[in-house]
């Protein structure tokens, strides 16, 4: 697994399913990429409403650049056999900005605590790994004004300091929003500021 720096985190790169039959019992394990709490808690409610005559809906999410957001929900089944394994999954795989829920349809027969935990935990990872886990970086963004004498000058910089143009404007003043890796936006700022009238780091 690659490394993963301050300035990127790992997320999932496609919304993903897995099933797993224990006992009869049927898990079935949904991913989903998500960016804030509400999004992921209404993802969550929808997929319960889908499955609402499943035996459980067992959830966990964790959100946020630096994974400050986490959440887990047993939905019933015995406290810390299903939502904690689930975010377990997530953890062992240092991903972020991802949802998760697993529907249990009871087969008959009581799996037990540790049955649980290795059933929700298995699906959950299965289903993590087959979404194509990604490392995206952690962005700044850079408002650049500048002269149009030196818009080319400014360009030259951008592209050496591997940062990307967002949108120009081009005015009275040529206006330039760049995003790059956060930890390089301070210095680029220092970069650019011979060169434009106004520099100002998001």
Same mark, same amino acid.
């Given at each position: 697994m690659r490394k993963i720096s301050k300035d990127?985190?790992?997320?999932?790169?496609?919304?993903c399913e897995s099933r797993l039959v224990i006992e009869r019992s049927e898990f079935i394990a949904k991913v989903k990429r998500v960016k804030r709490e509400d999004e992921a808690k209404e993802w969550i409610k929808s997929i319960k409403t889908e499955h609402r005559d499943a035996t459980h809906n067992c959830s966990a999410y964790v959100i946020g650049v630096d994974r400050e957001h986490q959440f887990y929900d047993d939905n019933?089944?015995?406290?810390?056999?299903?939502?904690?394994?689930?975010?377990g999954a997530i953890d062992s795989l240092e991903l972020t900005n991802v949802a998760v829920v697993v529907t249990r349809h009871f087969g008959g027969k009581k799996l037990g605590v540790r049955g649980l935990i290795e059933a929700y935990g298995q699906v959950a990872h299965d289903a993590l790994v087959a979404s194509d886990p990604v490392i995206?970086?952690?962005?700044?963004?850079?408002? $650049? #004004?500048a002269d149009y %004498?030196? &818009?080319?000058?400014?360009?030259?910089?951008?592209?050496e300091?591997?940062?990307?143009?967002?949108?120009?404007?081009?005015?009275?003043?040529?206006?330039?929003?760049?995003?790059?890796?956060?930890?390089?936006?301070?210095?680029?700022?220092?970069? $650019? #500021?011979?060169?434009? %009238?106004? &520099?100002t780091v998001i």
């Open positions: 990127s985190y790992r997320t999932v790169d496609k919304e019933g089944e015995p406290h810390g056999t299903a939502g904690r394994p689930i975010l995206v970086l952690i962005t700044r963004e850079v408002h $650049i #004004k %004498k030196h &818009v080319d000058r400014i360009h030259y910089l951008i592209q300091n591997g940062a990307k143009i967002l949108g120009e404007t081009f005015l009275v003043d040529v206006e330039i929003k760049v995003a790059i890796v956060r930890n390089q936006a301070e210095d680029f700022a220092g970069c $650019i #500021k011979a060169f434009a %009238k106004e &520099v």
